[in-house]
DNA sequence: GAGCTGCTAAACAGAC
DNA sequence: TGTCTGTTTAGCAGCT
């Protein structure tokens, strides 16, 4: 996979303070950077970027710095002061949350100081994200794991105010991304659609695992954030978009400082016991989120381990290209569709049998869509994946039914993929010896 | 230099 | 009708 740092380095003269952050997250953490590895190290990246700071904001400071000015202002900012920063995120000069967990830092005005300054010009700069990574965070600090494209914006202005202020192609890149991106999957937003047009976009728990390796790399230094308490829990009216940092909280201060970096911060957000909780912050979603047996993704922490494992071992046994696209699955797993989820329900992939009729284009193995316009047709389609997905949330009811399907099939003369697994694992064997 | 990846712009059509 | 949404294509640039 490419450069997943994404916000790739400009290529065009783009708003003011862009200059100021080319460098990127790259910059930070190459070898040859000008910034030792201390500072993207696992020692303690965190404190490093804020002395460094802290320290760096009354002067002579590099690019580096001004980017590491960047993670702390809008990174620790957003994501530690979770939904209590709700009002502060929307303002690019909201003060900081202090990362020992002093709210002290929301009494100081941030006008007070010349490093305030600094983080408003640095708000408006472009995030060292690519686009997936954002809607990727978006989408999983949404309590529902899902959100509909203009939620989508929101949070991205919200947590980039370089957005609010930018052109809006931005939004054009992002539905791109959510279109392109086989990372993301589309879901139906609910019966009838009542609440307002578009779908509900999540993320596919099989490239999951792709975006946390593509957020790994970035060696998002923030994330330690993540393992910051704040002073005072945020109000039970934290927007979704924030709220999950509490189980962030909860859990990430049991991990190793060393373990945890961006991935694994994104991977709290779905694995924090009791995770999985309605949303009630957005009446609008006519998804019951208290039951994740309705969720397409669902934020169970052993639902979602289940049901993505086979994913991750996929994943973990791809190359190690971390592609967010095409990073996915090798060859020789069928993917018909990008949006089409087969997480957890491997060996019951009777639609891999009847897929890949289409051409594939070529980025890996992705298959070509269909033909023009054909977006009412794929708007269809979550409803029998999202049935299937259902099923293969229940792993016991799911083992059943790939033990029937693949009996079927293999009556049938059609192999399963739970066949072509063991006969593939047979062979490495035979192959071993 | 090729291939891959990401960003941007544009066009188009459907839905609301 | 206008806006939003989703899809697709194309071009460009950076990185490996």
């Known amino acids: 996979m490419g450069p997943i740092i994404g916000m790739s380095p400009d290529k065009k003269a783009e708003t003011p303070g862009m200059q100021g952050e080319r460098v990127g997250l790259r910059g930070l953490c190459g070898g040859a950077g000008t910034l030792p590895e201390a500072v993207c190290g696992a020692a303690s990246p965190l404190a490093t970027s804020l002395d460094r700071g802290s320290v760096g904001s009354g002067g002579s400071e590099d690019e580096e710095l001004t980017n590491l000015n960047w993670l702390h202002e809008n990174l620790l900012q957003n994501f530690t002061l979770g939904g209590a920063g709700e009002a502060g995120a929307q303002h690019s000069a909201s003060p900081l949350f202090d990362i020992e967990g002093n709210t002290g830092a929301l009494q100081n005005p941030p006008s007070s100081s010349s490093a305030s300054l600094s983080q408003r010009d640095s708000l408006k700069s472009k995030p060292p994200f690519s686009f997936s990574l954002l809607i990727y965070m978006a989408i999983e600090q949404s309590p529902s794991k899902s959100l509909p494209v203009k939620d989508i914006y929101g949070w991205i202005v919200q947590h980039f105010p370089y957005f609010s202020s930018a052109p809006t192609g931005w939004k054009n890149s992002v539905r791109h991304n959510l279109s392109l991106n086989k990372c993301f999957r589309k879901v139906e937003r609910s019966l009838g659609k009542l609440n307002g047009k578009g779908s509900l976009w999540c993320v596919d728990p099989e490239y999951r695992p792709n975006l946390i390796q593509a957020l790994k790399k970035q060696h998002f230094p923030a994330a330690h954030a993540f393992c910051t308490p704040p002073a005072s829990p945020p109000p039970a009216s934290s927007p979704p978009a924030t709220s999950p940092h509490r189980h962030l909280f909860l859990q990430g201060c049991s991990l190793k400082e060393s373990d945890i970096d961006a991935a694994t911060a994104m991977m709290l ?29 669902s934020s169970d922490p052993n639902q979602d381990h289940n049901y993505s494992s086979m994913a991750l071992q996929r994943c973990s046994s791809r190359s190690s290209s971390s592609s967010l696209d095409d990073g996915g699955p090798s060859p020789g797993h069928a993917h018909h569709r990008p949006r ?74 059609i192999r399963t993929s739970m066949d072509v697994n063991k006969r593939s694992a047979k062979s490495k064997k035979l192959n071993r010896k």
């Open 269 to 297: 957000l779905n694995t924090a016991p009791g995770h999985h909780h309605a949303n009630p912050c957005d009446p609008e979603s006519p998804l019951d989120l208290s039951r994740p047996d309705l969720v397409l993704v």
């Open 340 to 413: 089409t989820c087969r997480a957890g329900s491997e060996g019951f992939h009777s639609d891999e049998d009847d897929s890949d009729l289409g051409d594939r284009d070529e980025r890996g193995g992705r298959p070509r869509p269909a033909p023009r316009r054909s977006s009412s047709s794929s708007v269809k389609h979550p409803a029998g994946k999202r049935a299937r997905r259902e099923l293969t949330a229940n792993p016991e009811l799911d083992e059943e039914l790939k033990e029937a399907a693949g009996s079927l099939l293999h009556l049938a003369g």
